[in-house]
DNA sequence: ATTTGACCTCA
DNA sequence: GAGGTCAAA
Protein backbone atom coordinates (compact mmCIF):
# COMPACT_ATOMS: atom_id res chain seq x y z
CA UNK A 1 0.00 0.00 0.00
CA UNK A 2 2.73 2.34 -1.01
CA UNK A 3 0.34 5.21 -2.23
CA UNK A 4 -0.97 5.07 1.24
CA UNK A 5 0.58 7.47 4.32
CA UNK A 6 3.21 5.42 5.82
CA UNK A 7 4.69 5.33 9.24
CA UNK A 8 8.45 5.94 8.68
CA UNK A 9 10.48 2.50 9.56
CA UNK A 10 7.56 0.79 10.09
CA UNK A 11 6.83 1.78 13.65
CA UNK A 12 4.05 4.19 14.54
CA UNK A 13 5.12 7.89 14.51
CA UNK A 14 5.27 9.49 18.46
CA UNK A 15 1.67 11.46 18.18
CA UNK A 16 3.74 14.78 19.93
CA UNK A 17 0.66 17.31 19.86
CA UNK A 18 -2.44 17.42 21.59
CA UNK A 19 -6.18 18.88 21.10
CA UNK A 20 -8.76 18.41 23.79
CA UNK A 21 -12.10 18.15 22.82
CA UNK A 22 -14.78 20.15 24.62
CA UNK A 23 -18.03 18.76 26.07
CA UNK A 24 -20.00 20.24 23.59
CA UNK A 25 -17.91 19.54 20.99
CA UNK A 26 -18.65 16.06 19.61
CA UNK A 27 -16.37 14.41 17.00
CA UNK A 28 -15.49 10.66 16.37
CA UNK A 29 -12.56 10.36 14.05
CA UNK A 30 -14.08 6.58 12.87
CA UNK A 31 -17.12 7.61 11.59
CA UNK A 32 -15.78 10.77 9.93
CA UNK A 33 -13.13 9.11 8.32
CA UNK A 34 -14.62 5.70 7.30
CA UNK A 35 -18.04 7.09 6.22
CA UNK A 36 -17.29 7.39 2.93
CA UNK A 37 -16.46 11.08 2.02
CA UNK A 38 -12.83 10.70 1.63
CA UNK A 39 -10.65 7.95 0.05
CA UNK A 40 -7.12 8.45 1.33
CA UNK A 41 -7.13 7.92 4.87
CA UNK A 42 -6.27 4.41 6.47
CA UNK A 43 -6.25 3.71 9.83
CA UNK A 44 -3.61 1.16 11.41
CA UNK A 45 -3.01 -0.08 14.73
CA UNK A 46 -5.60 2.74 15.73
CA UNK A 47 -4.23 5.42 14.09
CA UNK A 48 -5.46 6.90 11.30
CA UNK A 49 -2.80 8.34 8.53
CA UNK A 50 -3.54 10.85 6.03
CA UNK A 51 -2.69 14.31 3.40
CA UNK A 52 -3.51 17.54 5.42
CA UNK A 53 -2.41 20.67 2.94
CA UNK A 54 -0.09 18.25 1.70
CA UNK A 55 1.58 17.25 4.77
CA UNK A 56 1.42 13.51 6.17
CA UNK A 57 -0.54 13.45 9.26
CA UNK A 58 -1.23 10.81 11.82
CA UNK A 59 -4.28 11.18 14.18
CA UNK A 60 -5.73 9.44 16.84
CA UNK A 61 -8.62 9.57 19.02
CA UNK A 62 -9.25 8.92 22.71
CA UNK A 63 -12.57 10.18 23.95
CA UNK A 64 -11.92 13.77 24.25
CA UNK A 65 -8.50 13.51 23.70
CA UNK A 66 -6.69 13.94 19.91
CA UNK A 67 -3.22 12.93 19.62
CA UNK A 68 -1.80 14.06 16.29
CA UNK A 69 1.70 14.85 14.47
CA UNK A 70 2.74 16.37 11.11
CA UNK A 71 0.08 19.18 11.33
CA UNK A 72 -0.49 22.70 13.39
CA UNK A 73 -3.40 22.37 15.84
CA UNK A 74 -5.15 25.60 12.71
CA UNK A 75 -4.91 22.81 10.21
CA UNK A 76 -6.32 20.13 11.97
CA UNK A 77 -9.44 22.06 13.10
CA UNK A 78 -9.66 23.47 10.33
CA UNK A 79 -9.70 20.41 8.30
CA UNK A 80 -12.06 17.99 10.34
CA UNK A 81 -14.17 21.58 11.05
CA UNK A 82 -14.06 20.96 14.84
CA UNK A 83 -14.48 24.98 14.72
CA UNK A 84 -18.42 24.21 13.92
CA UNK A 85 -21.12 24.16 16.31
CA UNK A 86 -22.45 20.09 15.53
CA UNK A 87 -24.98 20.08 17.97
CA UNK A 88 -26.96 23.47 16.50
CA UNK A 89 -26.27 22.22 13.04
CA UNK A 90 -28.53 18.77 13.91
CA UNK A 91 -30.95 20.29 15.49
CA UNK A 92 -31.46 22.97 12.60
CA UNK A 93 -31.59 20.00 10.05
CA UNK A 94 -34.65 18.72 11.46
CA UNK A 95 -34.57 16.41 14.37
CA UNK A 96 -37.13 13.66 13.60
CA UNK A 97 -37.26 9.75 14.36
CA UNK A 98 -34.79 8.76 11.42
CA UNK A 99 -31.68 11.64 11.65
CA UNK A 100 -32.15 10.70 15.90
CA UNK A 101 -31.28 7.30 15.40
CA UNK A 102 -28.92 8.13 12.34
CA UNK A 103 -27.24 10.66 14.85
CA UNK A 104 -27.21 7.89 17.72
CA UNK A 105 -25.57 5.71 16.30
CA UNK A 106 -22.74 7.59 14.27
CA UNK A 107 -22.24 10.61 16.78
CA UNK A 108 -19.57 12.69 16.33
CA UNK A 109 -19.40 12.21 12.14
CA UNK A 110 -18.55 15.45 10.64
CA UNK A 111 -18.06 16.61 7.04
CA UNK A 112 -14.74 17.97 6.47
CA UNK A 113 -13.01 20.32 4.06
CA UNK A 114 -12.11 19.08 1.58
CA UNK A 115 -9.51 20.95 -1.24
CA UNK A 116 -11.91 21.22 -4.04
CA UNK A 117 -9.68 20.16 -6.43
CA UNK A 118 -9.05 16.67 -4.87
CA UNK A 119 -12.16 16.73 -4.05
CA UNK A 120 -13.74 16.95 -7.66
CA UNK A 121 -11.74 14.15 -8.91
CA UNK A 122 -12.20 11.88 -6.36
CA UNK A 123 -15.99 12.06 -6.90
CA UNK A 124 -15.35 11.69 -10.82
CA UNK A 125 -14.09 8.61 -9.85
CA UNK A 126 -16.60 7.52 -7.59
CA UNK A 127 -19.50 7.19 -9.76
CA UNK A 128 -20.82 3.79 -10.56
CA UNK A 129 -18.19 1.10 -8.63
CA UNK A 130 -17.07 0.89 -4.93
CA UNK A 131 -15.31 2.18 -2.51
CA UNK A 132 -12.67 -0.06 -2.53
CA UNK A 133 -11.91 0.53 -5.92
CA UNK A 134 -12.21 4.52 -5.25
CA UNK A 135 -9.22 4.21 -3.20
CA UNK A 136 -7.23 2.32 -5.73
CA UNK A 137 -7.68 4.49 -8.41
CA UNK A 138 -7.12 7.84 -6.21
CA UNK A 139 -4.19 6.28 -4.52
CA UNK A 140 -2.60 4.91 -7.64
CA UNK A 141 -3.15 8.67 -9.42
CA UNK A 142 -1.00 10.14 -6.49
CA UNK A 143 1.51 7.67 -6.67
CA UNK A 144 2.22 8.38 -10.58
CA UNK A 145 1.11 11.72 -10.99
CA UNK A 146 1.65 13.49 -6.86
CA UNK A 147 4.86 14.62 -5.16
CA UNK A 148 6.44 12.54 -2.36
CA UNK A 149 5.73 14.36 0.48
CA UNK A 150 7.65 12.95 3.90
CA UNK A 151 6.73 14.67 7.89
CA UNK A 152 7.08 13.63 11.10
CA UNK A 153 4.02 11.46 10.61
CA UNK A 154 5.37 9.17 8.09
CA UNK A 155 4.96 9.51 3.80
CA UNK A 156 3.00 9.57 1.19
CA UNK A 157 1.66 11.22 -2.04
CA UNK A 158 0.07 14.82 -2.17
CA UNK A 159 -2.41 15.17 -4.50
CA UNK A 160 -1.23 16.33 -8.17
CA UNK A 161 -2.20 19.33 -9.06
CA UNK A 162 -4.24 20.10 -12.09
CA UNK A 163 -1.79 20.31 -14.80
CA UNK A 164 0.48 17.29 -13.40
CA UNK A 165 -3.05 15.15 -14.09
CA UNK A 166 -3.35 16.23 -17.71
CA UNK A 167 -0.10 15.90 -18.78
CA UNK A 168 0.04 12.25 -17.14
CA UNK A 169 0.64 9.92 -19.98
CA UNK A 170 -2.56 8.23 -21.60
CA UNK A 171 -1.04 4.44 -20.56
CA UNK A 172 -0.43 6.28 -17.24
CA UNK A 173 -3.97 6.85 -16.73
CA UNK A 174 -4.81 3.45 -17.97
CA UNK A 175 -2.77 1.84 -15.73
CA UNK A 176 -4.52 3.83 -12.56
CA UNK A 177 -7.33 1.63 -13.36
CA UNK A 178 -9.58 4.81 -13.85
CA UNK A 179 -11.53 3.02 -16.67
CA UNK A 180 -13.37 5.31 -18.36
CA UNK A 181 -13.31 8.30 -15.85
CA UNK A 182 -9.86 8.68 -17.15
CA UNK A 183 -11.13 10.73 -20.27
CA UNK A 184 -13.73 12.88 -17.51
CA UNK A 185 -10.35 13.58 -15.64
CA UNK A 186 -8.41 14.07 -18.37
CA UNK A 187 -10.44 16.72 -19.71
CA UNK A 188 -12.01 18.04 -16.53
CA UNK A 189 -7.68 18.34 -15.12
CA UNK A 190 -7.67 20.17 -18.87
CA UNK A 191 -10.46 22.78 -18.26
CA UNK A 192 -9.16 23.41 -14.31
CA UNK A 193 -5.50 23.54 -15.55
CA UNK A 194 -6.73 26.53 -17.63
CA UNK A 195 -8.72 28.28 -15.42
CA UNK A 196 -6.32 28.63 -12.51
CA UNK A 197 -9.65 31.22 -10.39
CA UNK A 198 -12.57 28.54 -10.79
CA UNK A 199 -12.34 27.93 -7.34
CA UNK A 200 -12.54 31.61 -6.20
CA UNK A 201 -15.27 31.55 -9.07
CA UNK A 202 -17.22 28.85 -7.42
CA UNK A 203 -16.97 30.20 -3.59
CA UNK A 204 -18.54 33.50 -4.68
CA UNK A 205 -21.49 31.73 -6.45
CA UNK A 206 -24.96 30.57 -4.21
CA UNK A 207 -25.52 27.28 -4.26
CA UNK A 208 -27.52 26.79 -7.72
CA UNK A 209 -25.54 28.64 -9.52
CA UNK A 210 -22.30 27.02 -7.95
CA UNK A 211 -24.24 23.32 -9.37
CA UNK A 212 -24.74 24.66 -12.58
CA UNK A 213 -21.04 25.86 -12.50
CA UNK A 214 -19.88 22.27 -11.66
CA UNK A 215 -21.91 20.50 -13.93
CA UNK A 216 -19.78 22.09 -16.68
CA UNK A 217 -17.05 19.81 -16.32
CA UNK A 218 -17.13 16.38 -18.07
CA UNK A 219 -18.16 13.80 -16.05
CA UNK A 220 -19.89 15.61 -13.71
CA UNK A 221 -23.45 15.75 -13.11
CA UNK A 222 -26.35 16.47 -10.46
CA UNK A 223 -24.50 13.17 -8.36
CA UNK A 224 -20.75 14.65 -8.58
CA UNK A 225 -21.89 18.01 -8.30
CA UNK A 226 -23.63 18.09 -4.98
CA UNK A 227 -20.95 16.23 -3.20
CA UNK A 228 -18.60 18.67 -4.44
CA UNK A 229 -20.18 21.34 -3.36
CA UNK A 230 -21.19 20.36 -0.22
CA UNK A 231 -17.41 18.30 0.45
CA UNK A 232 -15.25 20.90 -1.06
CA UNK A 233 -17.56 24.27 -0.84
CA UNK A 234 -18.91 24.05 2.45
CA UNK A 235 -22.30 24.67 0.83
CA UNK A 236 -24.15 22.32 3.19
CA UNK A 237 -28.04 22.69 1.66
CA UNK A 238 -26.40 20.63 -0.73
CA UNK A 239 -28.35 17.69 -1.00
CA UNK A 240 -26.75 14.47 -2.86
CA UNK A 241 -28.56 12.06 -3.84
CA UNK A 242 -27.63 8.12 -4.54
CA UNK A 243 -29.44 4.98 -4.89
CA UNK A 244 -28.68 4.48 -1.07
CA UNK A 245 -30.20 8.04 -0.33
CA UNK A 246 -32.78 7.36 -2.85
CA UNK A 247 -33.94 4.27 -1.43
CA UNK A 248 -33.96 6.28 2.60
CA UNK A 249 -35.78 8.84 1.20
CA UNK A 250 -38.31 6.65 -0.27
CA UNK A 251 -38.66 4.41 2.86
CA UNK A 252 -38.77 6.64 5.70
CA UNK A 253 -40.11 9.39 3.97
CA UNK A 254 -42.24 8.38 1.24
CA UNK A 255 -40.61 10.56 -1.89
CA UNK A 256 -39.35 9.54 -4.73
CA UNK A 257 -41.26 6.81 -7.15
CA UNK A 258 -40.33 3.03 -7.26
CA UNK A 259 -38.73 3.58 -10.92
CA UNK A 260 -35.68 0.92 -11.70
CA UNK A 261 -33.42 3.94 -12.66
CA UNK A 262 -32.95 7.31 -11.25
CA UNK A 263 -33.83 10.11 -13.75
CA UNK A 264 -32.81 13.73 -13.32
CA UNK A 265 -36.60 14.74 -12.67
CA UNK A 266 -36.65 12.69 -10.05
CA UNK A 267 -33.27 13.61 -8.57
CA UNK A 268 -34.61 17.30 -8.03
CA UNK A 269 -38.15 16.01 -6.53
CA UNK A 270 -35.60 14.27 -4.26
CA UNK A 271 -32.77 17.30 -3.70
CA UNK A 272 -35.55 19.59 -3.41
CA UNK A 273 -37.76 17.77 -0.66
CA UNK A 274 -33.86 17.28 1.09
CA UNK A 275 -33.38 21.05 1.35
CA UNK A 276 -37.12 22.23 2.34
CA UNK A 277 -37.45 19.06 5.03
CA UNK A 278 -33.90 19.26 6.48
CA UNK A 279 -32.80 23.58 5.67
CA UNK A 280 -29.93 25.05 4.93
CA UNK A 281 -27.91 21.69 6.92
CA UNK A 282 -29.44 19.46 4.60
CA UNK A 283 -26.01 17.76 3.59
CA UNK A 284 -25.40 17.01 7.08
CA UNK A 285 -28.70 15.90 7.58
CA UNK A 286 -27.85 13.47 4.24
CA UNK A 287 -24.39 12.13 5.61
CA UNK A 288 -25.93 11.06 8.77
CA UNK A 289 -28.41 9.43 6.85
CA UNK A 290 -26.24 8.16 4.64
CA UNK A 291 -23.89 6.60 7.15
CA UNK A 292 -27.33 4.88 8.78
CA UNK A 293 -28.05 3.27 5.39
CA UNK A 294 -27.96 -0.57 6.34
CA UNK A 295 -30.38 0.17 8.97
CA UNK A 296 -32.61 2.51 7.68
CA UNK A 297 -33.20 1.04 4.22
CA UNK A 298 -34.44 -2.36 6.34
CA UNK A 299 -37.43 -0.30 7.57
CA UNK A 300 -40.83 -1.04 6.59
CA UNK A 301 -41.83 2.84 6.68
CA UNK A 302 -44.69 2.46 8.71
CA UNK A 303 -43.47 2.55 12.09
C1' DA B 1 -38.68 15.99 -23.50
C1' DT B 2 -37.82 11.28 -21.36
C1' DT B 3 -35.95 7.00 -21.49
C1' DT B 4 -32.31 3.49 -22.69
C1' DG B 5 -27.82 1.47 -23.19
C1' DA B 6 -22.86 1.60 -23.06
C1' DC B 7 -19.00 2.40 -20.30
C1' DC B 8 -13.92 0.41 -17.19
C1' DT B 9 -13.07 -2.34 -13.44
C1' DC B 10 -13.79 -5.31 -9.75
C1' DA B 11 -16.99 -7.91 -6.70
C1' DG C 1 -24.60 -4.93 -10.81
C1' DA C 2 -22.07 -1.05 -8.46
C1' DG C 3 -22.38 5.54 -4.14
C1' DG C 4 -23.64 8.05 -12.55
C1' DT C 5 -23.02 10.37 -16.83
C1' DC C 6 -23.51 11.04 -21.68
C1' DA C 7 -25.24 10.51 -26.20
C1' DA C 8 -28.26 8.37 -28.92
C1' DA C 9 -32.85 6.98 -29.76
Not at 60 to 87: K, M, N, P, W
Not at 195 to 204: A, F, G, K, N, S
Not at 271 to 285: C, E, K, N, T, V
Request: proline share 6%; with cysteine.
Amino acid sequence: MSEHVVPEADFPPSLSRRYYLSPDQPFDLDPTLSCGQVFRWHRADGIWYGIIENEPVAVRQSGSLLTFSGCSEASLVRYFALDIDLGSVLVTAGYDQYLEAAVRRHGGLRIVRQEPWECLVSYLCAQNTSIPHIQRMLGNLCARAGDEVCGPAGRGYAFPEAGAVASLPQEEKRACALGYRAGYIHRTAEAVAGDPDWVERIRQMDYEDARHEMMRFPGAGPKVADCILLFGFEMYEAFPVDVWVRAIMKTCYGVGSAAKTLSPKEYEVIRRFGRDHFGPYAGYAQEYLFADRQHLTRLNGNE
